[in-house]
């Protein structure tokens, strides 16, 4: 009679099993099948798998994140907050939740609530203070919303803990033009620009690079040439006893004077790399000359980078790939022929340890 009911047991548990493999295999293939739709941009149809999926098991976090998704992604904001708040309740503490306050915190954004947008991003940092993603998308609405000082902070926090996220330089060279910060700007173009320098986004900030260095002076007459600065205070509102942060201003004159030697280059055989190459020489010699006392983000953690990639002798590999996006003939020649010097800048990159302030 127990060798019965024993194999009675046994049965319904694998019976149970079967089912609960089955369930699982049939709520997993239909995401895959609302993810084929979703990508498909089918967003009405792809949420109707991923309800299905949820009708198997309502506490599938990939099924609410991957609705909440498509709702974004079709533009239907509110639906998404919808699917984002369920997806909290189900599992807080999933991985996936990361994701899940940025579509949220997005959404928010989109409908105009900038207030509510950054509350949320705040929570999601609060739970995970080390996904730099969120202090990114942080940064973009607050930028948007003329919040400089707080993006300026969420930038550099998602640069702290991701050194190598193009987007986050981006949004920091904006800020730096928004300010009138001229050199800081610089820094900012090149870090975008070696981490994607054949990025869609990198020819536009190839030319704002120009625009800053290369290009500052610019001809406009047989014997006139304009020169642009940045507005700098004038002596009698300065306090020669306070060290001002991240102060470039004695080094702004001469880096947008030497940019006047480039307007007769043409007549050289020079590329525009070549150029760009020779005005980071002279602002690394200006940097050096006047890096003494000085304090601040950037010339703490950039001007020691830029200082030993001149050392290095690798400030003409830095020009050559900022130009990646470039059609000029001689550059592309460049860059094809000297492989072994781009993968000896990208391996010093790699290795350079960056110094948090």
């Avoid at 976090?61 to 079709?74: D, N």
């Avoid at 480039?262 to 007549?267: C, D, P, Q, V």
């Avoid at 525009?272 to 940097?287: F, K, V």
């Avoid at 010097?341 to 990208?346: D, N, T």
Wanted: charged fraction near 30%.
């Amino acid at each position: 009679m127990k060798k019965v009911i024993l194999i009675a047991l046994t049965f319904a548990f694998l019976l149970a099993s079967s089912i609960s493999f089955g369930q699982t295999s049939k709520k997993t293939k239909l995401i895959q099948e609302g993810i084929a739709l979703h990508d498909a941009k089918k967003y009405k149809q792809a949420i109707k798998k991923y309800d299905a999926s949820i009708k198997i098991d309502d506490e599938n976090i990939s099924a609410w994140y991957e609705k909440a998704l498509s709702y974004y992604a079709w533009g239907k904001y509110q639906e998404a907050i919808d699917a984002c708040k369920q997806a909290k309740k189900v599992d807080p503490e999933s991985e996936t939740m990361k994701q899940v306050y940025m579509i949220e915190a997005n959404s928010w954004d989109d409908l105009g609530e900038a207030g509510k947008a950054i509350d949320i991003y705040e929570k999601g940092i609060e739970a995970f203070p080390e996904y730099h993603m969120l202090y990114f998308n942080k940064g973009i609405t607050e930028i948007q919303n003329d919040r400089l000082e707080d993006c300026n902070e969420s930038f550099k926090k998602a640069i702290e803990l991701e050194p190598d996220h193009s987007g986050s330089y981006n949004g920091l060279a904006v800020y730096n033009s928004i300010e009138g910060n001229k050199i800081p700007k610089i820094f900012m173009l090149a870090r975008y620009l070696i981490i994607s320098p054949k990025s869609s986004r990198a020819p536009a900030n190839l030319i704002k690079l120009e625009e800053v260095t290369t290009k500052a002076a610019t001809k406009t007459g047989r014997n006139s040439i304009s020169i642009t600065l940045s507005s700098i205070s004038s002596d009698e509102d300065v306090d020669s006893t306070v060290v001002v942060e991240d102060d470039f201003s004695s080094m702004e004159m001469t880096l947008t004077l030497s940019s006047t030697l480039n307007l007769s280059s043409k007549e050289r055989k020079e590329t525009d790399a070549d150029r760009l190459a020779s005005m980071m020489e002279t602002l690394c010699n200006l940097l050096k000359e006047n890096q003494e006392g000085q304090i601040g983000y950037y010339w703490e953690r950039y001007v020691p980078y830029f200082l030993e990639m001149q050392e290095e002798g690798m400030l003409e590999t830095f020009a050559y790939i900022a130009y990646a996006s470039s059609t000029n003939k001689k550059i592309q020649k460049w860059l094809k022929n000297n492989g072994s010097a781009i993968k000896k800048f990208y391996d010093w990159d790699e290795e350079y340890e960056w110094k948090n302030v």
